[in-house]
T-cell receptor, first 113, second 116 residues
């Protein structure tokens, strides 16, 4: 059974700081891993999708890495801004069992101005 | 990326009534759709997986007679919450993916259900 864990559960940083969000998963047989952003009361915004054959993806100030063998992914946010405040969700799409996507509990990020 | 819409975006209903939520893929054929539920300050929990033209597969603990899912076409899936009760109040999100299992899932904006 695939389990996805995100650490830390919550994070508060001053504006401008670089930060790393962590995601770990128990079953390395995955199709892809995706990072999402969710603002309070809103839906999901896809940030980065990493296929199982890839090791990282970059978009602007965001960089996500994937290490399947160790079951880990990190989301790196450079030069954080107050607008980055949100909950960040890591989601793993399984290779078996209907290709379901399993979500982590999320990291609530607050960037102080 | 592909677009998935949900309707309504929010709904308030009385206890005991049924509510239908629609999920549409606007610019691609969605052979598989997923329904998730999210309680406040919690993550998304998969409720069921539906493939076009066949019965939905429900996750353990999800009542199939209470949460009716229909995936009648390649662009539309519906979730009906029957005899809704206050504990069914939640944020419901659907996602859709195309014919290949490698295809990315695209998520709808969600539907906020409040049962009084």
């Amino acid at each position: 059974k695939q389990e996805v864990t995100q650490i830390p559960a919550a994070l508060s940083v001053p504006e401008g700081e670089n930060l790393v969000l962590n995601c770990s998963f128990t079953d390395s047989a995955i199709y892809n891993l995706q990072w999402f952003r969710q603002d309070p009361g809103k839906g999901l915004t896809s940030l980065l999708l990493i296929q199982s054959s890839q090791r990282e993806q970059t978009s602007g100030r965001l960089n996500a890495s994937l290490d399947k063998s160790s079951g880990r992914s990190t989301l790196y946010i450079a030069a954080s801004q107050p607008g980055d405040s949100a909950t960040y969700l890591c989601a793993v799409r399984r290779r078996s069992g209907g290709f379901k996507t399993i979500f982590g509990a999320g990291t609530r990020l607050f960037v102080k101005a | 990326g592909a677009v998935v819409s949900q309707h309504p975006s929010w709904v308030i209903c009385k206890s005991g009534t049924s509510v239908k939520i629609e999920c549409r893929s606007l610019d691609f054929q969605a052979t598989t759709m997923f329904w998730y539920r999210q309680f406040p300050k919690q993550s998304l929990m998969l409720m069921a997986t539906s493939n076009e033209g066949s019965k939905a597969t429900y996750e353990q603990g999800v009542e199939k007679d209470k949460f009716l899912i229909n995936h009648a076409s390649l662009t539309l899936s519906t979730l009906t919450v029957t005899s809704a009760h206050p504990e069914d109040s939640s944020f419901y999100i659907c996602s859709a993916s195309g014919p290949s299992s490698y295809n990315e899932q695209f998520f709808g904006p969600g539907t906020r259900l409040t049962v009084l």
